[in-house]
């Protein structure tokens, strides 16, 4: 076995050697320059979100975090981002969700549509998922939805995201896995302090849809 001295010998006296070493290194290391992806804004407030809020416990939900699973799901690279691609971008994600493993697909604009419309197009598109059996869910987030008026204050992440940024966003999920987890968390406690017409739109009207019986 080569000791360290013998190898800095072999170094400072091989000078062949030491130059396919070196550009052996040089490869390497621009070959993953290449791969890393600059990250973008929304992306990375995203992130902060995340690892900031809504992996936190609170008090409020039982002791669980706002997102119970999303730790998980980054540690297990489930998640995959589409942004500033508008709603061309969103149908296209949609009708490739099932042809990759990633858990949640993460569609952010930056361009907003209306609330009303943004949320009546998911709205529809989820409706029409459950009719035809199709095992795809899609959740809404948007800056004009004010969490503490519809009284889910313990969603507000208080400064953590950036606020020079405004963007929406759109969640593509399995609704089976939502739905598994929702009943999980019911068992827990965590829906208790949500208003009742929150949780019948948020968990039982979704569980509707994976029954088929969309509204």
């Not at 076995?1 to 621009?30: A, C, D, F, I, Y």
């Not at 949640?104 to 029409?128: F, H, K, Q, S, T």
Request: glycine residues 6%.
């Amino acid at each position: 076995m080569l000791t360290r001295h013998k190898l800095l010998s072999l170094w400072n006296n091989e000078p062949e050697l030491r130059g396919r070493l070196q550009q052996l290194v040089n490869t390497v290391s621009s070959s993953k320059r290449k791969r890393k992806k600059p990250v973008h804004p929304v992306e990375r407030d995203i992130r902060k979100w995340s690892h900031e809020f809504l992996e936190k416990p609170s008090d409020k939900l039982n002791g669980l975090p706002p997102c119970p699973y999303a730790k998980q799901a980054w540690l297990e690279d489930k998640v995959i981002f589409s942004i500033n691609t508008g709603l061309d971008g969103l149908t296209e994600e949609i009708k490739k969700f099932d042809t990759h493993d990633y858990d949640i697909v993460v569609w952010a604009n930056e361009d907003l549509p209306e609330m009303a419309y943004l949320d009546g197009w998911c709205d529809g598109v989820n409706e029409a998922m459950s009719i035809a059996g199709v095992d795809m869910h899609l959740m809404v987030f948007h800056p004009d939805y004010d969490a503490e008026e519809a009284g889910l204050d313990f969603l507000v992440d208080d400064g953590v995201t950036d606020d020079t940024l405004e963007y929406c966003m759109v969640f593509v999920q399995l609704l089976s896995k939502l739905d598994d987890a929702a009943l999980s968390l019911e068992k827990s406690g965590y829906y208790k302090e949500f208003p009742e017409w929150v949780y019948q739109s948020l968990v039982l009207d979704r569980r509707k849809l994976r029954n088929g019986n969309a509204r």
